[in-house]
């Protein structure tokens, strides 16, 4: 079984302070808090990377803490309801009268591959950080090598750490039109024998094509679906005429038809987003229900659950 780095840490520390575990018990515990901090990481550091305003800074914090905060939760644990004391420590899940499941609107939103770079920029890293604290540049390596089978041969030659610590210096791309990586329009898959099929894949239109297959919403109606003001003219979705005019050239003036993957990369984001309202939405409904919805959150959150320190 693959195991990742942080469980293996997480293990290695109940060893040494849990010495009475036996394996299974080891390897359960070890899995339930490396699945909670992966949620702690994602709802307080990296949805605010995304979202880089003070508000959401606060307003995700106040999702974990509560707007009591950090200091306050960790010396008196979880005190008053949702604002006060956050999501996490309610003392029962609450479902909505829906069972909690990631939705297919989130999968939908967050098909965002044109965060993916064209070149992996490969970091010397026996060397010292430069003053922009990363280690000197090797080479760009193109992301079309590390894909695939290819892609298998030329990461063992990188070796983990080097891949990983480049990777973590390197800043992801913009979630916007006309940025859609171009090795992907050329993917190669595999078949179940393990070999390169000879069919490639032009991802970009396969996302489209996946969308319009599943009958998923349009722009239009996907944002009515949320209760969010539709768009009537492509000047209500951005101000950039050469965005208009393309959107012009494809769709005509019916803006029903806008397919929801370009809409949410062709909408005007907010100062600090990188992502579209329209997403930042289903994020914020997904972020909030899988907390709140989850009992290894809320009555299972405690010593007996995830053990003592
Ligand atoms: C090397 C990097 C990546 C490759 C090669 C890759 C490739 C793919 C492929 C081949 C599919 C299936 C397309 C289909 O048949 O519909 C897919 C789906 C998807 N990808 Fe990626 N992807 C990568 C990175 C990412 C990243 C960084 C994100 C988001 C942050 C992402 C989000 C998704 C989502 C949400 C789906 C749809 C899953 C579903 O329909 O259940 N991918 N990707």
Same mark, same amino acid.
């Given at each position: 079984? *693959?195991?990742?780095? $942080? $469980? ?127 280690? @000197? ?11 695939? &089978?290819?892609?298998?041969?030329? &990461? ?5 750490? *080097? ?25 190669? @898959? ?7 099929? @000879? ?26 679906? &949320? ?13 950039? @005429? ?30 600090? $987003? ?9 994020? &914020? ?10 009992? $290894? ?13």
């Amino acid at each position: 079984m *693959k195991k990742s780095l $942080f $469980f293996t840490c997480c293990r290695v520390m109940f060893q040494k302070e849990h010495l009475n575990f036996d394996d299974e018990e080891l390897y359960r515990y070890a899995r339930l808090v490396t699945s909670a901090v992966i949620a702690k990481v994602h709802t307080i550091d990296w949805t605010i990377e995304l979202l880089k305003t003070d508000t959401l800074h606060a307003a995700m914090r106040a999702n974990w803490y509560g707007l009591l905060g950090k200091e306050f939760k960790d010396s008196f644990g979880h005190v008053g309801g949702v604002a006060l004391g956050g999501l996490v420590g309610l003392k029962k899940p609450q479902n909505h009268s829906v069972p909690y499941s990631l939705t297919e609107e989130f999968v939908r939103v967050y098909r965002m591959h044109p965060l993916l770079p064209d070149n992996l920029l490969l970091r010397d890293i026996s060397a010292p950080t430069g003053a922009n604290k990363s280690p @000197p540049l090797l080479k760009e390596v193109p992301m079309g090598d590390l894909v695939g &089978l290819k892609g298998e041969k030329t &990461l063992s030659e990188i070796g983990f750490t *080097k891949q990983f610590v480049s990777m973590g210096h390197q800043s992801c791309g913009a979630l916007t039109l006309w940025n859609y990586p171009m090795w992907l329009r050329d993917l190669i @898959p595999q078949g179940v024998d393990g070999k390169d099929r @000879p069919d490639h894949v032009d991802m970009p239109a396969l996302e489209v094509y996946r969308d319009r297959e599943n009958k998923v919403a349009r722009y239009n109606e996907f944002r009515r679906g &949320l209760l969010m003001i539709p768009i009537s003219k492509w000047g209500d979705l951005t101000d950039d @005429p050469e965005v208009v005019h393309a959107l012009r050239e494809v769709y005509g003036d019916d803006v029903e038809e806008l397919d929801l993957l370009v809409g949410l990369m062709a909408e005007k984001k907010i100062k600090g $987003f990188s992502i579209s309202e329209t997403a930042f939405t289903i994020f &914020l409904l997904m972020a909030t229900r899988r907390l709140e919805g989850d009992r $290894f959150f809320t009555s299972y959150y405690n010593e007996e659950t995830y053990t003592k320190r």
